[in-house]
């Protein structure tokens, strides 16, 4: 596996310019998974994260490739009833959530958590790469797919 840290400027339409953090990682280069997390710099604060994934190798992988100095990982969920508790008792930025967990009907999760705390960003985790998905999920409140 090939992992990558970098970070850059991303101008908007507007000209206003936001720093970013990015990560990449490689199963096989060319050949396997690829995960990119895009996430913006926080002026010197770390990004405070939640990991929600039914697979234990998937929530190790991604604390690995989040073992980053802008980064804290505050804890981590297996399915949707643990979600809505570290929703409701961890104050955290980002919520990486896997759209397909067992407790959980994926769009209203979405729709849960951003209701329990509209400001949390919440970055979907698909295998589903049809637009459909990304589209209702972003209408739900993911900030991103």
Do not use: W
């Not at 101008?11 to 720093?19: D, F, N």
């Not at 802008?70 to 399915?79: K, L, N, S």
């Amino acid at each position: 596996m090939e992992t990558r840290a970098c970070q850059h400027l991303l101008s908007t339409r507007l000209g206003a310019k936001t720093a970013l953090t990015c990560l990449r990682a490689d199963s096989a280069p060319g050949l396997g998974t690829a995960i990119d997390i895009n996430l913006p710099v926080t002026g010197g604060t770390m990004i405070r994260v939640v990991i929600a994934d039914d697979h234990t190798i998937v929530r190790d992988g991604l604390k690995q490739l989040l073992a980053h100095p802008e980064f804290h990982v505050m804890g981590e969920a297996c399915d949707g009833q643990e979600v809505m508790q570290r929703v409701r008792e961890l104050e955290f930025d980002v919520l990486l959530l896997d759209l397909s967990m067992p407790n959980s009907a994926g769009i209203n999760l979405i729709k849960q958590v951003h209701n329990e705390k509209p400001k949390l960003r919440i970055l979907i985790l698909s295998m589903h790469e049809e637009q459909q998905y990304a589209i209702r999920a972003i209408r739900a409140g993911a900030a991103g797919y």
